[in-house]
Every structure is written in C-alpha cells, then in structure tokens.
C-alpha cells in the first residue's frame, strides 16, 4: 500500500487524536504528585487507549484472513494499521510516563518499539519496490509474476530479432563465417537471450548498466542500419530485465522484514497480557 490522498482522513484524525492525548497528558503529567505513572487512573486510561490501539493494528492480520466484505475492504484496515499503529506511540509512552519501568515493561517496551521501527521501515520498503509490492502477497505468487514477467520479456524480444530474420536459431554446423547480417542474432542469442533467462548468470557482461550502455552502443554501429531500431528495443527490454532484479532483491528483503515485524507483534500481544496481569494483580 502507497501513501497517498486517500490517507488525508486518517492522518488529520490521527493527529487531532495525538494532540487531545497530548491535551490530556501535559497538565496531568504537571499536577500528579509523582508525576504520570502506569497506576493512576489517566495513566491507566492512557495504557488502554493504547492497547486497542495495538490491538486495533494487529487485527490487520484476522482481518486478512477473513474472506468478507462486510468488514470493510483490506486497503481501509491497511490505513488504519499503519495510522492506528502510529498514535498507539505516543498513547504508550503518555501511559508510562516516558520510562521504560521493571525488566518485563522494558522487554514488552522495546518488543513495541521494534514493531513500530519495523513496520515504518516496511512501510518504506513498499513504497521503493513500485510494481509487484503493493500488499504482503506469499512469496510464492511475487515468484510466479516475475517468472511471468521475465518470459514475456524474452517473448518481445524473440518478436523484435524474428522482424529482421526468418528464424532465431541458426544451424551452427552449416554456418562458417558471421556476416555483418548476422551479427545482430548472433549477439542476441550470445548475449542478450541468455540475460532474460529466470536464472541470470552474475558474470553476464549485460548485468551492470554503465557496461550494458556501452556494448550496446558497439552493436549499433556494427549491424546494419535498418536494424538500428532492433538493437535500441533490445537495450530497453534488458534495462527493464535489470529492474526485475533489483525488484527481486527488493522482495527478499521485504519478506525478511515481515519475518521481523509480524512474530513481534503476536509477542508484543502476549507480553502486554502478562504485564497487565502482573502490574494489576500482584
Ligand atoms: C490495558 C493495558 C495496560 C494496563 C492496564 C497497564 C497497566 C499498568 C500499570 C498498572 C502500571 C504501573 C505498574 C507499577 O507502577 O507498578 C504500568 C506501568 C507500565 N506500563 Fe502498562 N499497562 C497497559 C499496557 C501497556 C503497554 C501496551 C505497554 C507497552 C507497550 C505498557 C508499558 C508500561 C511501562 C513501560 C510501565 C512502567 C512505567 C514506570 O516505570 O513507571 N503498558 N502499566
Ligand atoms: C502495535 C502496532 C502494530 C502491530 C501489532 C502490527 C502488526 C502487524 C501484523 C500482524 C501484520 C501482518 C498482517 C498480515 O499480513 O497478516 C502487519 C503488517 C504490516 N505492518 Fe504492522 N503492526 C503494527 C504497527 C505498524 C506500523 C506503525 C506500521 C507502519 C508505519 C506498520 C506497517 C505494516 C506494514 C506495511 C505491513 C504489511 C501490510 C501489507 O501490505 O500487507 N505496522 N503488522
């Protein structure tokens, strides 16, 4: 999900929230006798404010699960994940007077805070990675649409050689010397064919862009002039070959990220079970 205008409504709540908060929490936090702590009433109003706040966010992931229309489409649980999420920060740190208390609270504390960290990175991380990354989709499926996507690739290509030639593959045996003709297939299939494999070998002098620009401007002069506008489409195709890769390493690190931010946030869930237990019981 991107940033954009259909987020005005829950930023401007978002922030009208954080400054009745902030409203509530100065004059409290000044005439409290030992300041804001976790056991006053506010302080606690202010810990379950942002307990359902966090709540609110984690049931992205039911709601994710859930196959129905009638709990409202993904993309507004999406918004309110990552804007619910966000005033959950100050809520917290209003609840526990900006300490971070006894060795669970310090752990339920920065377990919070590297959910938070974590989710505006992957938030960022969505933002860089333009086509296939819109949503958290399984690995799988972003695998299936760039295998889909490097073939077609490979097809445009196949069609733009097949205009200047009758077939792609030439028997080698029957083929003595390369003609000037055929220098533009025989670098095709060389070079440029084996780059828009799935697998592409990181020795392929196509992978660097500079390099790439370079043998590229070499073939132009070498081949034929009609066959100018071949060569130049066959230079887009690899540069956009390029940015499958960099989208490709894009998602491995989008997938590790979530391996961060989604086992965080069950643990966040539990420990601040147990801090409540154990801060209201004992
Ligand atoms: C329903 C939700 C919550 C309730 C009822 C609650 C209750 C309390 C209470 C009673 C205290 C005071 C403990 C004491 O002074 O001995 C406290 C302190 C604290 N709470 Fe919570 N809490 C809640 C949620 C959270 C959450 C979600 C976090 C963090 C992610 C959190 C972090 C802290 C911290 C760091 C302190 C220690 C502050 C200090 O040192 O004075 N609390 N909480
Ligand atoms: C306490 C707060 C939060 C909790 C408990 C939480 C929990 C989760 C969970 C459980 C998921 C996985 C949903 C799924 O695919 O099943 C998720 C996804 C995600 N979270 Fe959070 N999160 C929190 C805060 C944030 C914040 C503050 C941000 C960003 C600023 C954020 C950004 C994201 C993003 C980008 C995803 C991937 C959503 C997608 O595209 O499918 N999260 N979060």
């Known amino acids: ?164 030639y009758d077939t792609l593959f030439v028997d080698v045996q029957d083929d003595g010397e390369e003609s000037p003709d055929d220098f533009l297939r025989a670098f095709y299939l060389r070079h440029v064919r084996t780059f828009l494999q799935i697998e592409v070998d990181p020795d392929s002098s196509l992978f660097n862009a500079t390099q790439a620009e370079g043998i590229f401007a070499t073939i132009r002069e070498g081949i034929p002039r009609k066959m100018v506008p071949i060569a130049v489409e066959l230079e887009s195709i690899c540069n956009e070959r390029r940015q499958l890769i960099l989208q490709n390493k894009l998602q491995w690190i989008m997938h590790g990220w979530t391996l961060i931010h989604i086992p965080l946030s069950m643990s966040l869930l539990i420990l601040t079970l147990v801090h409540v237990v154990m801060s209201l019981y004992f």
């Not at 992957?122 to 333009?130: A, C, E, K, S, Y």
């Open 1 to 164: 999900m991107l940033i954009n205008r259909g987020h005005a409504a829950w930023c401007v709540t978002s922030l009208g929230l954080v400054a009745v908060a902030t409203g509530v929490y100065v004059p409290y936090a000044n005439s409290a006798v030992y300041g804001a702590t976790g056991n006053s009433i506010i302080g606690l109003l202010f810990g379950i404010a942002g307990t359902i706040a966090m709540i609110f966010a984690g049931l992205l992931a039911a709601r994710k699960r859930i196959v129905s229309r009638k709990l409202g489409s993904i993309s507004w649980w999406l918004k309110g994940h990552l804007w619910v999420g966000l005033v959950s920060v100050p809520l917290i740190f209003f609840h526990s007077g900006f300490r971070f208390g006894g060795l669970l609270e310090q752990l339920t504390m920065w377990c919070f805070l590297t959910v938070i960290i974590s989710g505006v990175i992957g938030q960022i991380l969505q933002h860089v990675t333009p086509r296939f990354m819109k949503t958290a989709t399984p690995q799988q499926a972003i695998f299936e649409q760039l295998e889909v996507a490097i073939n077609s690739l490979k097809k445009a290509a196949d069609a733009q050689v097949l205009s200047a």
